[in-house]
């Protein structure tokens, strides 16, 4: 008996059980696809979060210079300011052109999932350093500047606050990479299992 006169050939669970398993490629190239583009909305979501520490480390060193007069405290919002305002340029010089999705056209789902992985954890380095840390010297020197001119009791609330926020965007800040680095090592194994 050959194969094309097999009744169980025709079987629809025979030929629904004979199908691969796993996820198909067309599925796996939609889901990165949509993946990658939820990271790069993140991502355009983040760099205008980014602009916001600038910003505000400039207002308030503007303001702690002009009515400063310790020259060390000058010394430190300007410091505070020039770093804030080179990390803003570092941290968003060519990541607004970054990929772009006309330019994803010829990339796979899973190269051009990769691509914004990568700018991600590019991102994520970049605003601890040129970013986060300017802010922190920022007010450090305004706690400085603020002792100068009262007790240090009634700066607990804020000394409070600032030790908060401080924790609080360490703790996130090591969620994000911890979830980047499982992004990169889940991609290494989809990439590993689709080798030829």
Aim: proline fraction near 4%.
């Amino acid at each position: 008996m050959t194969m094309a006169n097999d009744p169980s050939e025709n079987n629809p669970k025979t030929i629904w059980q004979s199908q691969p398993g796993g996820v198909s490629a067309v599925t796996l190239e939609k889901m990165m696809r949509r993946r990658a583009q939820e990271l790069h909305g993140k991502t355009g979501r983040e760099l205008l979060g980014s602009i916001v520490s600038p910003v505000t480390v400039v207002g308030i060193s503007a303001y702690c210079i002009a009515q400063g007069d310790n020259l060390m405290q000058r010394a430190a919002f300007a410091v505070a300011t020039a770093w804030s305002i080179l990390g803003a340029y570092i941290v968003n010089r060519g990541m607004w052109r970054g990929t772009r999705f006309q330019d994803a056209a010829s990339a796979t789902g899973l190269t051009f999932y990769r691509r914004e992985v990568e700018r991600q954890r590019h991102l994520f380095r970049c605003v601890m350093q040129w970013s986060f840390a300017p802010v922190v010297l920022a007010v450090g020197a305004l706690i400085a500047w603020l002792r100068d001119r009262g007790p240090v009791s009634k700066m607990i609330p804020f000394l409070t606050l600032v030790a908060i926020w401080i924790a609080a965007v360490l703790v996130m800040r090591k969620t994000r990479r911890d979830d980047l680095q499982r992004e990169i090592d889940d991609l290494n194994e989809i990439e590993k299992e689709n080798r030829p």
